[in-house]
């Protein structure tokens, strides 16, 4: 991977991805009023949040979303709609830790689970009663499940981090 895009989330460039989230929850909140479903988080938004509260590097080539100091690839998935998500992951998607990123527009907050699960264990995981998301990558389809429910409730695990996006401050870490 070429360090060149390699990028420190430092405090400038967090307080600037903050104010492009409240542009996109303005612009979010304008589109539901028309719509029923609203617009994706943009990755350009949730992914340096990610570093920022992690302390990783974004990676804006290819190769994984981010990357740790001792040089692990991090997938990061993220939904703004608090209480329920859908992933997908592609046939050939590969990573050392998946960071889910859950987003309470309610409350400007960022709740970041480290969840600890690379992609040979996310594989294992069901999609169906009758296939794993590995079965079905193998089979060239790009399956989608419910963190949330899937690894998140499943594992019973706590966010890693708070983060409070209008003070663009980390207010808890495990």
């Known amino acids: 991977m070429n360090d060149e895009y390699l990028i420190r989330i430092d405090k400038p460039r ?25 617009i994706n988080i943009p990755d350009a ?51 050392d830790d998946l960071v889910f990123l859950r987003f309470d527009l309610d409350f400007n907050m960022l709740y970041v689970y480290d969840t600890g699960v690379n992609s040979d264990e996310l594989k294992q995981l069901p999609v169906s009663r009758t296939a794993t998301l590995g079965e079905y990558q193998n089979a060239g389809k790009r399956p989608h499940i419910s963190i949330i429910q899937t690894i998140i409730e499943a594992r019973n695990l706590k966010p890693t981090v708070v983060f409070d996006i209008r003070r663009a401050k980390i207010v808890e870490k495990q």
């Open 14 to 38: 967090i307080e600037q991805t903050c104010d492009a989230y409240f542009k996109w929850k303005d612009l979010n909140t304008y589109v539901k009023s028309l719509v029923t479903r609203g």
């Open 45 to 95: 938004i949730s992914e340096p949040m990610g570093c920022y509260c992690l302390d990783l590097l974004w990676n804006k080539s290819t190769g994984g979303d981010a990357q740790s100091a001792d040089g692990r690839k991090i997938e990061f998935k993220a939904t703004s709609n608090y209480g329920y998500d859908l992933s997908s992951f592609g046939p050939k998607c590969d990573f």
